[in-house]
């Protein structure tokens, strides 16, 4: 099978014209900036942009008899929201001063490690990275009358959904490798051993790194978290089992506020819906299940090419198929194994596993994403 394998460039100046917004590099974390590379500026906000994947803020800052517009990258609207900023809190004509990182292509772009209203000294826009919620104690397994466990609210009047993973990079486990949150190989030369990829698939994930992962689908063009990367993502995912129909939608709370569906229906794996998607790859590709015990075991293919599976970039083709198990061993922990089976991509089947912590009594927060960069 011919493997279509592509990648999105990213371009990434900033035209410098007072008051004007420029084009350039948005990532939905500071990749795109070096944190060795630091710098603080004072000038006057021409603009906000209060939008996703992530707000920024124009200032112009003067020098000499003229003045540059520089764009200033903050967090996404859901954090920002959460700690109490708004689209309000500062204004056109207010003098900021902002400290931050620069930005690797050495456009006038800088991402905002203090931001304060000059005039007052206060500081806006911090926000404090979320921790999961203290357990008391050990609570049983919720579970439905037939005794199956349940993977969503444990009450028709309870809510809440699954977040704070453990882990957030897609490695095989048993592997230590060091890594940021988002993938990032702190070594590029533990690359091979990330997982068994081949030598094309190799290639391609040291590029994406190399390029610090600048060429994500999901932030440049807003494709979806397909595969193990919605259960990466910070804003978590929800499980609604409609077990009259004998299915159960997940819902996602980051990239696209996208759902899937998991059929426990008997049905043949890859098996689409006649004249709808029944001949058409898809990002979530299809998934059948069953219970074995106490864990849902699913199973997934029919995945389209187009999209980033995991943070950190690594490669899959149309013939990535998935074996995910969901376990739920106490009320707060989902158990979650995914076995990656890609022979266009990989030498062999490999797995990686890690938990998830119920957030109780909240509803599901919702990035919604936003294609707003040229």
């Not at 207010?94 to 005039?119: E, H, M, P, Y």
């Not at 790859?281 to 075991?297: E, F, I, S």
């Not at 266009?344 to 938990?355: L, V």
Request: aromatic share 10%.
């Amino acid at each position: 099978m011919k493997l279509r394998v592509s990648t999105a460039l990213a371009a990434a100046s900033l035209l410098a014209l007072v008051g004007s917004r420029a084009s350039l590099l948005a990532h939905h974390e500071p990749l795109a900036f070096d944190d060795t590379k630091k710098q603080t500026i004072t000038g006057i906000v021409s603009d906000v942009d209060w939008k996703n994947p992530h707000v920024h803020v124009y200032v112009n800052v003067k020098k000499a008899n003229d003045a540059e517009n520089w764009a200033v990258e903050l967090e996404d609207i859901l954090s920002l929201t959460q700690s109490g900023w708004n689209e309000d809190t500062v204004h056109p004509g207010d003098q900021v001063t902002v400290s931050g990182l620069l930005a690797r292509n050495g456009s006038r772009q800088i991402w905002s490690q203090s931001f304060k209203l000059t005039k007052t000294g206060k500081e806006v826009f911090a926000v404090t990275e979320a921790k999961p919620p203290a357990l008391i104690a050990k609570r049983p397994t919720p579970r439905w009358p037939d005794n199956t466990p349940k993977l969503g609210a444990p009450s028709a009047s309870a809510q809440g959904y699954w977040a704070f993973p453990s882990k957030t990079v897609l490695m095989e486990d048993g592997k230590n490798i060091a890594a940021s949150k988002w993938g990032l190989l702190k070594n590029i030369s533990d690359a091979p051993n990330v997982a068994p990829m081949q030598p094309w698939a190799l290639a391609l994930y040291k590029e994406r790194q190399k390029r610090f992962l600048a060429d994500d689908p999901m932030y440049l063009n807003c494709k979806p978290p397909g595969g193990p990367r919605q259960f990466q993502l910070a804003e978590g995912v929800q499980f609604v089992e409609d077990r009259e129909r004998q299915r159960i939608f997940e819902l996602l709370g980051g990239g696209n506020t996208n759902y899937r569906i998991i059929y426990l229906d008997g049905r043949k794996a890859n098996t689409g819906q006649v004249g709808g998607d029944d001949d058409n790859p898809l990002y979530y590709g299809r998934a059948v299940a069953k219970w074995q015990g106490d864990t849902l075991v699913s199973d997934t293919e029919g995945f389209n090419e187009d999209f980033w599976f995991t943070n950190g970039g690594l490669p899959h083709t149309d013939q990535l198929k998935l074996t995910e198990r969901f376990t739920r061993p106490d009320l707060d922990t989902l158990n979650y194994e995914v076995s990656i089976d890609d022979p266009g991509a990989y030498t062999r089947p490999w797995k990686a596993s890690w938990t998830m912590r119920w957030v109780a009594d909240q509803e599901l927060p919702r990035q919604l994403c936003q294609d707003n960069r040229p």
